[in-house]
């Protein structure tokens, strides 16, 4: 790759965009040293100011660590998308549906592997959620985060280190956001008995090894949490004031 030198301003951008496109594309990999700032300006034929910005910028978006021997690749850690959830819960109510949608997506083929992949020590460790949830309930309690810790630990037991941390950074940004549904969702006893219900189907049914089971078992139990946000939604939206009467311009 050749850069020319008379856009100075585009140059560390347009660097940092090149840099980035061959790690994504996985022919720089973790752990690899980039070439020294002077060489890499050389290969680039760009000033060193350009590169040390580029990589400055690549640093910031978790691509590279700057060390006292050089640029390294890192490991990418998900952080970017945790950020991408933050912002997407903080923007608007309604966008608490579409990360249950997700949810749901993530959680129902986590469940798929789990039950070929779950172990006598991860069945125990469920009931044991499972137990902590229906005894704050019975004891008028908040259960959210024993009920957090249960849905984290089935898709922890499909075994899959990436499908852990994405549902992890969608459990993070749905925190905020969705708690207090949940809590209200919970208190209310019809409810909070059939997710209970739901809890101990999931471990018999993982239990059995019957991945097609357990996933529509955890399709029912968040289409009940999405129809539950979606009417406290419609109920927010109707008591909203709207301006009537307004004299038309």
Sequence with gaps: MQLKRSDEIAVPKRVAGYLRT??????????DRLLPERKLAEHLNVSRTAVREALAELSGGAYVEL??????????????????????????????????????????????LAALRIGEADLQRLRTFA???????????????????????VVDCAKNPILSKVFAVLDDAMRSLYRPTRSEMLSEPELSAAFLGEHWALINALSDRDGERAAAILTDHIGRALAFARRRLQEELDAEPHDRGRASP
Excluded at 22 to 31: H, K, N, Q, T
Excluded at 82 to 99: E, N, P
């Design 22 to 31: 061959r790690i994504e594309a996985g022919e720089l990999r973790p752990g």
């Design 131 to 153: 137990q902590e949830i229906q005894n704050a309930l019975l004891a008028g309690h908040d259960a959210s985060d024993a009920d957090t810790n249960f849905h984290l630990l």
């Design 67 to 112: 060390t006292p021997q050089g640029a390294v690749v890192r490991e990418r850690d998900l952080s970017h998308v945790a950020h991408v959830f933050r912002t997407i819960a903080a923007s608007k109510h309604s966008d608490v549906l579409h990360l249950l949608e997700t949810r749901e997506i993530v959680e129902t083929q986590a469940a798929r």
